[in-house]
């Protein structure tokens, strides 16, 4: 037997990257850093042997000049710290010491003094320098979020909340000069991916939060004015629900934000809002659910996002109504709405028609609900029928 002699492959060797280029890829990832091991990372440096060897070359400061906050507050693994009140001004404290912490060196004394061969001690300033780079970036994030949304923080009124794009926001603080680090809005994102902070009314808020889209708060606006409106109509017996044009002016004399009609129209669809002529047929139903959340696709990314595992009420539509049909399929309550609206888009339910819905796609709202969930659901339930004059397509029994 002849075999056929294999002809080696050329080895390709990747190109190197240019110091500056390496220096941007570092940075970058330890923005991610979850804080936890910013915490271990910072532990582990001042506790390293070579350390103390910096001596009158390295000072350690803090870039906020405030105690970090008492441990017995800190909650959550992604707790950054607190917006507090001081006179009239807010403040920022850090939750750990290590969030705040700032690596000072003495350049000249460091150049002329650090051995051009003795890499580790390299390696460990290069740590040190990181863990500045990346502390000071949040710091001038934080910092310009607080000037920013000052209004929302004093108030915690979401409406009271300005739009801000990432980009504006790098924009905001490279033109300020007051970050020595770039911030671009991809290391922006990165930071605001998984922070979070307390504001002074003892509310948690993740940091993305503070960077809300204009189309977001539009929908808050929109939102806002239809709730005014079913206030009308029970208390002062107003004899219409209002149209998209005078939801429009509403949103404009409220809240100085001028909204097409056709802008209108598609947030208030969004919303899961109905149109005037069928909120005025339909009033009991709509009523009932004005403090449900948006309408979301029932997908696992959208769960792990916006649903809370908290005890609460939901809704479950179809994406496209045929016709004839209503869009509205299935409502139920849970102890952990995350848990029971993956358990149905997972397939662990016996609810054979639901599911055959949910394998063509669904979308789904909810509303958290302190105390009582179950009652809530009966009362929804109820309101639904008195409104449709049937149950819900896969709601098999009553509630």
């Known amino acids: 037997m002849i075999r056929a ?6 080895v390709v060797s990747s190109p190197r990257l240019a110091p500056a280029q390496l220096g941007r890829i570092v940075v970058a990832r330890s923005l991610e850093w979850p804080l936890c091991v910013l915490e271990r990372r910072v532990r582990a440096l001042e506790s390293a042997p070579r350390f103390l060897e910096l001596g009158d070359r390295l000072s350690i400061g803090s870039l906020s000049g405030r105690p970090p906050l008492a441990s017995a507050t ?44 003795d890499t ?29 949304q000052r209004n929302y923080l004093l108030s915690g009124d979401p409406l009271r909340l300005k739009p801000l794009s990432q980009a504006a926001l790098s924009a905001r603080l490279r033109a300020s000069g007051v970050c020595p680090v770039d911030a671009d809005p991809s290391r922006l994102s990165r930071v605001l991916r998984h922070l979070s902070v307390r504001l002074p009314n003892g509310d948690g808020v993740r940091l993305r939060d503070l960077c809300p889209k204009t189309r977001e708060l539009h929908r808050r606006y929109v939102a806002q004015v239809i709730q005014g409106e079913r206030r ?16 429009a002016s509403a949103v404009h004399s409220r809240f100085g934000s001028r909204l097409s009609v056709r802008t209108v129209a598609y947030i208030r669809r969004d919303l899961g809002i109905p149109s005037v002529r069928e909120r005025g047929r339909r009033s009991g139903y709509f009523a009932a659910t004005l403090a449900f959340s948006p309408l979301r696709s029932l997908t696992l990314e959208t769960l792990c996002q916006h649903v809370p595992p ?3 009420v939901y809704e479950i539509r179809r994406p496209d109504t045929p016709a004839g049909a209503g869009p509205i399929i299935y409502l139920g309550s849970a102890r952990n709405l995350l848990k029971r609206l993956r358990d149905h888009l997972q397939g662990y339910s016996n609810n054979a028609p639901l599911q055959a819905h949910l394998c063509r796609g669904a979308r789904f709202r909810y509303c958290r609900v302190v105390q009582d969930w179950r009652g809530v659901e009966r009362a929804l339930y109820r309101a639904f029928r008195a409104t449709f004059g049937a149950a819900p397509l896969c709601n098999r029994m009553s509630p």
């Open 5 to 10: 002699h294999r002809t080696a492959r050329p």
């Open 74 to 117: 800190v909650t959550g693994p992604h707790l950054l710290g607190a917006v507090e009140r001081s006179g009239g001004d807010l403040v920022f404290r850090y939750a750990r010491p290590a969030f705040d912490r700032e690596y000072r060196f003495d350049e000249a004394t460091l150049a002329a003094r650090l051995p051009p061969d």
């Open 232 to 247: 009308r109509i029970v208390q002062a017996g107003h004899p219409a629900p209002l149209t998209d044009r005078e939801i």
């Open 120 to 148: 580790a001690l390299a390696r460990l300033i290069g740590q040190l320098r990181l863990v500045t780079t990346r502390n000071r970036l949040t710091h001038a994030l934080v910092q310009a979020l607080i000037e920013a």
């Open 310 to 312: 908290e005890p609460g």
